[in-house]
């Protein structure tokens, strides 16, 4: 199992930007490496669903509620995964969680809060 810390929610106002990071600490780089690496997010009422990933080829998929503000990447030396959100506006409100998905088995991170005031 995959330990997943986040890290960068808080509250924002509506335009602004938030940078969120993932790191898996104990993570060997080589298995790091082997990981699609995904951001999620559930709002209060709402089904967690999928904001942004990046596969182990660095091949990346969005939301179409986000493509052209947020931006994933992953930095494999670092082990660790960044989710660049801009331009935000009040329905981007909600827990993000970090996963990492690898052989049919998905490992969550504790997730984080981000908060758009408008």
């Known amino acids: 199992q995959l330990l997943l810390v986040e890290s960068g929610g808080g509250l924002v106002q509506a335009g602004g930007s938030l940078r969120l990071s993932c790191v898996a600490p104990?993570?060997?780089?080589?298995?790091?490496?082997?990981?699609?690496m995904a951001w999620y997010r559930q709002a209060p009422g709402s089904q967690r669903e999928l904001v942004a990933s990046?596969?182990?080829?660095?091949?990346?998929n969005y939301a179409d509620s986000v493509k052209g503000r947020f931006t994933i990447s992953r930095d494999n030396s670092r082990k660790r995964v960044l989710l660049q959100m801009n331009n935000l506006k009040s329905e981007d409100t909600a827990v993000y969680y970090c996963?990492?998905?690898?052989?049919?088995?998905?490992?969550w991170g504790q997730g984080t809060q981000v908060t758009v005031s408008s």
């Open positions: 104990r993570a060997i780089f080589s298995v790091f490496t082997g990981f699609t």
């Open positions: 996963a990492a998905d690898r052989g049919g088995s998905r490992d």
């Open positions: 990046v596969s182990t080829g660095g091949v990346t």
